[in-house]
């Protein structure tokens, strides 16, 4: 017997802005070890609100080797924003190499919305 798939779960609101934190900016991790803070962003529609249940993209700007922590890793984590508008990444583990990572944060099915972006330090390991 076949299973239907269920349908696509509809996004209330279209994301205009996305806000990150200040605090988890320019963390530092030694290599192949976690950042110790999690990567969070707001998302917000055209009046300003809180957008509940919109979908995040984080990504990992490529050769730098940091991975999301997830089922598969790899440098980019899809997520959906909490009932406050808060849209956390999985945890981010640092490449084998110091260095340094800009994560950017978009909203993939929004329409006119302003990326975020962080940037994570690798420094050498003692």
Same mark, same amino acid.
């Given at each position: 017997?076949?299973?239907?798939?269920?349908?696509?779960?509809? %996004?209330? !609101?279209?994301?205009? $802005?996305?806000?990150?934190?200040? !605090?988890?900016?320019?963390?530092?991790?030694?290599?192949?070890?976690?950042?110790s803070q999690l990567l969070k962003v707001e998302a917000r529609?055209?009046?300003?609100?809180?957008?509940?249940?919109?979908?995040?993209?984080?990504?990992?700007?490529?050769?730098?080797?940091?991975?999301? %922590?997830?089922?598969?890793?790899? %440098?980019? +984590?899809?997520?959906?924003?909490?009932?406050?508008?808060?849209? $956390? $990444?999985?945890?981010?583990?640092? %490449?084998?190499?110091?260095?340094?990572?800009?994560?950017?944060?978009? +909203?993939?099915?929004?329409?006119?919305?302003?990326?975020?972006?962080?940037?994570? !330090?690798?420094q050498v390991s003692n």
């Amino acid at each position: 017997m076949r299973v239907a798939a269920p349908p696509p779960r509809k %996004r209330p !609101h279209t994301v205009k $802005a996305i806000f990150g934190f200040s !605090h988890p900016n320019n963390q530092h991790a030694k290599p192949n070890e976690p950042f110790s803070q999690l990567l969070k962003v707001e998302a917000r529609d055209n009046s300003g609100k809180l957008v509940r249940d919109a979908l995040i993209r984080f990504q990992v700007d490529a050769g730098t080797g940091s991975k999301f %922590r997830t089922p598969t890793p790899g %440098r980019t +984590a899809d997520t959906d924003t909490d009932e406050n508008g808060v849209a $956390a $990444a999985p945890e981010l583990v640092a %490449r084998p190499t110091p260095g340094k990572a800009t994560i950017t944060v978009t +909203a993939p099915d929004g329409k006119g919305r302003a990326p975020a972006a962080y940037l994570a !330090h690798v420094q050498v390991s003692n």
